[in-house]
C-alpha cells in the first residue's frame, strides 16, 4: 500500500488531456485564438483567467475549420 504507480499517474495525465485540454483547444481555435492556449489550463489560477479571457473576448472573428 505503498502509492500510486507510474501508471496512475499517466492514465490520470492521459484522462486530463482528453477530457480538458482537447476540447477546450478546440474552442480556442474556432474563436480565432491559438490552440495552444488550451496548454494554460493545466494549471488551475492560469485555466480559470483563460476562461475568463474566452467569455468576455470578442467572438465576431471568423472561425477555422
Do not use: E, N, T, Y
Request: with cysteine; net charge positive.
Amino acid at each position: 500500500m505503498g502509492g500510486l504507480s507510474i501508471w496512475h499517474w499517466l492514465i490520470a495525465v492521459i484522462l486530463v488531456w482528453a477530457v480538458w485540454i482537447i476540447p477546450l483547444s478546440r474552442i480556442c481555435g474556432r474563436i480565432g485564438f491559438s490552440r495552444a492556449w488550451a496548454l494554460v489550463a493545466i494549471f488551475p489560477p492560469l485555466g480559470m483567467v483563460l476562461l475568463w479571457v474566452i467569455a468576455f473576448a470578442a467572438w465576431d472573428k471568423p472561425a477555422r475549420p
